[in-house]
């Protein structure tokens, strides 16, 4: 449950940055002109979305000679599938001690 | 993929005995997580976790007594906002908990749907990451 799991969600959330996403996924690596040219938002905007799934790990970065291309990188979507199976376990192991907390006021009752 | 947890649990216990399990500030402290809570709808909670420094806030959405508590559940300042509801119900011999946590349900177009999405490519990646998980499952 710590914070660098919820990056991901936040990246995601955006229907914009699962495009880029997308688009990357199933296309070659494409630098940030080339990403723009396919959206009606602003190379600003775009620079931006880049920027947050770079820092979620969704995408990186690499420099080849003047250019920089984009890369998608899908592996931290796991983290997706983490936090249920993480939050799984924490409601499992919750329900079990309630049980142990309901039985032992009872014991106290008699 | 799943986007929400749902859980069942049957206690031989009186639905009021579960009911104040869940409701009550003491009680939920013990059992649960240190808790700053009143089952009163716009109530802003604070559970605090100890031993992680984890503190969940959110807001009291529903109470339904002894039937049905519904809260938001934040995880420090993550800003994501998700809902825990509790449900109980009377059966023969004791109470039924029905417990779901949803997820990002509050995005409507989120995360599940881009793993639902047909769209080409995505699906070949999908996979990838399926071997990925069960890998990491073994």
Redesign the interface.
């Known amino acids: ?1 710590n ?1 660098a799991n ?1 990056s991901i ?2 990246a ?2 955006d ?1 914009t940055r ?1 495009e880029i996403i ?1 688009l990357l ?2 296309g070659s690596a494409l630098t940030i002109n080339e990403i723009t040219n396919q959206f009606s938002a602003s190379r600003q905007a775009i620079t931006k979305h880049i920027k947050l799934l770079s820092a979620a790990g969704l995408i990186y970065i690499e420099q080849r000679g003047r250019q920089r291309y984009c890369h998608s990188d ?2 931290p ?2 983290q ?2 983490d ?2 199976a993480g ?2 376990q924490f ?2 192991g ?2 079990k ?7 032992s ?2 014991r106290q009752k008699s | 993929m799943k986007n929400s947890i749902h859980k069942e649990q049957f206690y031989n216990h009186p639905i009021e005995e579960v009911w104040h399990a869940i409701s009550d500030e003491k009680a939920i402290s013990t059992w649960f997580i240190t808790a700053n809570f009143k089952p009163e709808v716009g109530f802003k909670l604070k559970f605090t976790h100890e031993p992680s420094g984890t503190v969940v806030s959110g807001t009291v959405l529903e109470v339904h007594k002894p039937n049905t508590l519904v809260y938001t559940w934040i995880v420090n300042d993550t800003k994501v906002e998700t809902t825990v509801k509790w449900m109980l119900r009377e059966e023969s011999g004791g109470t039924l908990l029905v417990l779901e946590h949803h997820g990002f349900a509050d995005y409507k177009d989120t995360a599940v749907e881009m793993f639902e999405s047909s769209v080409k490519g995505w699906e070949a990646c999908l996979a990838e990451l399926e071997k990925h998980l069960t890998g990491e499952a073994e």
């Open positions: 449950m914070r919820y969600f936040k995601i959330a229907p699962r997308h996924t199933t899908v592996r979507l796991k997706v599938h936090w249920v939050y799984e409601w499992t919750k329900l001690a309630l049980g142990q907390y309901l039985d006021e009872n």
